[in-house]
């Protein structure tokens, strides 16, 4: 008898850590980058206006903005130019937030850092900041 409701119990718990397993989504969010990236370089700001939220904070070089900043300083880079992002890190704080740091080499080679919130089922950034690498 007590080993038949061992036997319950422990079909019970694998069940249910079964059942709460939660997938990973860094490959996602590095995917969503590459995608903001490229259609970055493309001048694409309807793709870059999804990926953005719309209370975005943004730092860089050039000061502090939002998402109208963004999208107003997205021209397109010159023929052949390639977003080549690597280094990634992704540290989830919970399931719906996440912060990214990356490299990226080029013309612009700089690092970034964003912070990346899923509300309602869709990643967006609320926060970005960049700086360039130091040349010397």
Known sequence: MKQKILVTLTGLLLAASAGSVVADPTADLIALDMQWGSA????????????????????????????KEQLENNEPAPAGTQYEASDFNVVFID??????THSVAGEQEHYSMHV?????????????????VDSE
């Open 116 to 132: 990346w919130s899923n509300d309602g089922g869709s990643w967006q950034v609320i926060a970005t900041a960049s700086v360039p």
């Open 95 to 100: 399931d719906n937030t996440a912060i990214m």
């Open 40 to 67: 970055g370089v493309a001048g694409d700001s309807d793709t870059v206006a999804t990926l953005l939220s719309d209370d975005l904070v943004a730092v860089d070089p050039s000061g502090v903005g939002g998402k």
